[in-house]
Antibody, heavy 119, light 107 residues
Framework: QVQLVESGGGVVQPGRPLRLACAAS????????MDWVRQAPGKGPEWVAV????????YYADSVKGRFTISRDNSKNTLYLEMNNLRAEDTAVYYC????????????WGQGALVTVSS | DIQMTQSPSSVSASVGDRVTITCRAS??????LAWYQQKPGEAPKLLIY???SLQSGVPSRFSGSGSGTDFTLAISSLQPEDFATYYC?????????FGQGTKLEIK
């Protein structure tokens, strides 16, 4: 069965970096685009970034463009999100998700990784 | 970006009731709409895609309708496990966007 497992969340000071990873199993990871979606406390989900199946195309939400980098290692079946210059407003649960079309819907989600940006 | 607006933001109902939740898109998205259910501490779960197609394994008491800009999620005969927060999401254009959510509470 499809499994997505995030890791790397934690408490980080404003301006510092953090890297999230998402280990995928149960499907041909190299055949699918993958997304990161985040959800701030008490808010609806917010799409963050997408990477094509081969890593050649990447797109970002305006709120994270220039600060976050999505990448993947198909040999390790792992998706990454490198987050730099973190801000308080980046505090959220970060989910990796597999889209069934160009812009969703998202059938499979990880359990989420909590990122708290605080001094 | 396409804005998704849900109403109501919260609703109280009893087990056995029928409930409807509305989602409006700021521009036409044809039938490119999905509905999700989320319980505390869990990831969203896909219920409906393409506005009215039931995801595999989802009970038939859930149904979706609409096209263009106005969409509805209906839950007939509420069960205790249905009390959760529901989100709509447009899958028509970049970037994908979600509604702010509707919290379904027990009356």
């Amino acid at each position: 069965q499809v499994q997505l497992v995030e890791s790397g969340g934690g408490v980080v000071q404003p301006g510092r970096p953090l890297r999230l990873a998402c280990a995928a199993s149960g499907f041909m990871f190299s055949g699918y685009a993958m997304d990161w979606v985040r959800q701030a406390p008490g808010k609806g989900p917010e799409w963050v970034a997408v990477i094509s199946y081969d890593g050649s195309q990447k797109y970002y939400a305006d709120s994270v463009k220039g600060r976050f980098t999505i990448s993947r290692d198909n040999s390790k079946n792992t998706l990454y999100l490198e987050m730099n210059n973190l801000r308080a407003e980046d505090t959220a649960v970060y989910y990796c998700a597999r889209p069934e079309g160009d812009y969703g819907p998202f059938e499979f989600w990880g359990q989420g990784a909590l990122v708290t940006v605080s001094s | 970006d396409i804005q998704m607006t849900q109403s109501p933001s919260s609703v109280s109902a009893s087990v056995g009731d029928r409930v409807t939740i509305t989602c409006r898109a700021s521009q036409s998205i044809a039938s490119w709409l999905a509905w999700y259910q989320q319980k505390p501490g869990e990831a969203p779960k896909l219920l409906i895609y393409a506005a009215s197609s039931l995801q595999s394994g989802v009970p038939s008491r859930f149904s979706g309708s609409g096209s263009g800009t106005d969409f509805t999620l209906a839950i007939s005969s509420l069960q205790p496990e249905d009390f959760a927060t529901y989100y709509c999401q447009q899958a028509k254009s970049f970037p994908p966007t979600f509604g702010q959510g509707t919290k379904l509470e027990i009356k």
